[in-house]
């Protein structure tokens, strides 16, 4: 048995990931759905990877295999060499609905991951700070009914954050958003994502989004998931969405995704 | 003048008198005098004038002091509609039966009558209120509590729901009361077969609305916890047990109110105590004041039970106010 307080101080802040020829079906009306087709990439840690496509390739399905919510079909994922099997605080999911716990205050729900894994005791004061850093300091005693569409997100991201991920998994978190919400949001995910160390997995179809905020982007194709391209982004922080290195790179990216002629 | 002398000004300004209680005063003196001035068509007691002068002077009373009242209390206001309105309710009830025996003895009863058995019988009425309260207590708690359980078994593991169901659809329909003859031989006494009825009363609701509501609890929410660490019991008693919580409720209050006539029909067929016996002994004696006493007695306490389900729901649901109005 090892010692959880030593590993917890050799591992990085960022986990790093493995996928490894994933093939993934659902079964719709009796058939065989194939949403993911041969998927194998890794991740290093601390990277910030976009995983953009089409909606309803299958790019969710990969996050909850990710999370560990589901089991593959066949291939395997691995967490820090570790094959995925069940899902762990230290790979947690902020999913596009904020589904905060209704009978619960904004303060409780943030505390849920601490309740879980029973460190309460030692741990409630990251409660606060979790608030605090997603900017809902004021609102620990009100319930989620109470909030805005964008206040619920920030608290959904205050519940993952609270228990230290080594892995956050985004799955379209700013998708129900209205525009400038979602601006301020995504400098603010980048933010914490900068300071904090962990590597983040964000699905998203939004092409803007996807390369102001993430270090790499992997484009999807249509159902059954392939991967049709790996693209780092060569751009420090804080970006500028007027650069025109990301028009260049959006027009490249808007014809991979078969948009070309718009563009 | 100075700033202070202003409020010492205000508080020492005479106030009127509430209208509303004041009207509600003169409402109660008039049926009082009717009652006490108009020939009574038989011999009555003549304590019940005394009563509803006393309650026109009290009502006076608090319009005169109403107004000075803290805000908290001042609400009492807001009934003097319901006082007016039940001055004229007795005296409509007095003048059909006392005055002119319009409707007919001995079935129905003048209001005096009614009081004279509060007055006589009262020792007789609480006890028998403690004894349908102990016995709906009894029943009701068994029956909710493993209710309670055995839908959160039933919506939980898919193997009790495989087994569950079958049986659930065929006896829950079936009214708990078909099961009184029965029940009446198989248990040692009345009062625990009494028992075992209330229990399946009201059980079998808390139980089917029990499991709905665990069945509808949504996936997104167990993602939620699992991702977060939580184990099976954490699921269970962390998101399981209160986001099914709101149609749990709905099978309590459905199980009290059929808790309620099983338990009255109980105590009419073999409990020898309670206000179901009460209401079966005073028509056995054709004692209609009694009847009519007792009925109210029961409504009062089914009632005060129901207000304090509420109570414990809007205690335990506090978190539902301004998602939906009830």
Known sequence: MVNPATTETALPAGMA???????????????????????????????????????????????????????????????????????????????????????????????????????????????????ERVGLGAFGNVYPHQLSGGMAQR????????????????????????????????????????RDGFTTLLVTHDVEEALFMATRVIVFSERPARITADIAIARDYPRHRSDPYFADLKRRVFGLLGMDATW | MSDSALPRYALAAPQRPWPGVLLAAAAWAAAGAAIRFWPDEAEYTRTL??????????????????????????????????????????????????????????????????MGVFIDDWAKLLECVAHSVILLASGYALGSSLGFLTGLALGWSKAVGYWGHPILRLIGPLPATAWLPIAFFMFPSS????????????????????WSGVSAVGGAYYDIARTLGGSPRFLVLKVTIPAAMPSVFVGLFMGLSASFAVLVVAEMMGVKAGLGWYLQWAQGWAAYGNMYAALGVMAVMCSTLVTLLFQVRGRLLAWQKGLLRW
């Open chain 2, 49 to 114: 004038a005394p009563i509803v002068f006393g309650i026109a002077v009290a009502l006076s009373l608090l319009a005169a002091i109403g107004p000075y009242l803290p805000e908290r209390a001042a609400k009492v206001r807001f009934a003097a509609p319901w006082a007016v309105a039940l001055a004229i309710a007795l005296t409509l009830w007095e003048i059909v039966t006392a005055k002119t025996g319009y409707l007919p003895r001995p079935f129905f009863v003048p209001p005096q009558e009614l």
């Open chain 1, 17 to 131: 990931l493995e996928i490894d020829g994933i093939r993934h079906a659902f079964t719709l009306e009796g058939r065989p759905l194939p949403v993911l087709d041969d998927v194998s990439f890794s991740v290093e840690p601390g990277e910030f990877v976009a995983l953009l496509g089409p909606s309803g390739c299958g790019k969710s399905t990969l996050l909850r295999l990710l999370a560990g919510l589901e089991p593959p079909d066949h291939g395997e994922a691995r967490a820090d060499g570790v094959a995925i099997t069940a899902p762990d605080p230290s790979r947690v999911v902020v999913f596009q609905d904020p589904t905060l716990f209704p009978w619960r205050t904004v303060r409780a729900n943030v505390a849920l991951g601490l309740e879980a894994q029973g460190l309460m005791k030692t741990r409630a004061y990251r409660i606060d700070e979790a608030l």
């Open chain 1, 155 to 194: 608290a959904a991201l205050a519940r993952a954050l609270v228990n230290d991920p080594r892995l956050l998994i985004l799955d379209e978190p700013l998708g129900k958003l209205d525009s400038l919400t979602r601006m301020s949001m995504q400098s603010e995910i980048v933010d914490l994502w900068r």
């Open chain 2, 191 to 210: 009062w625990s077969a009494a028992v075992f009825l209330i229990a399946l009363a009201s059980g079998l609701p808390v139980a089917i609305l029990t």
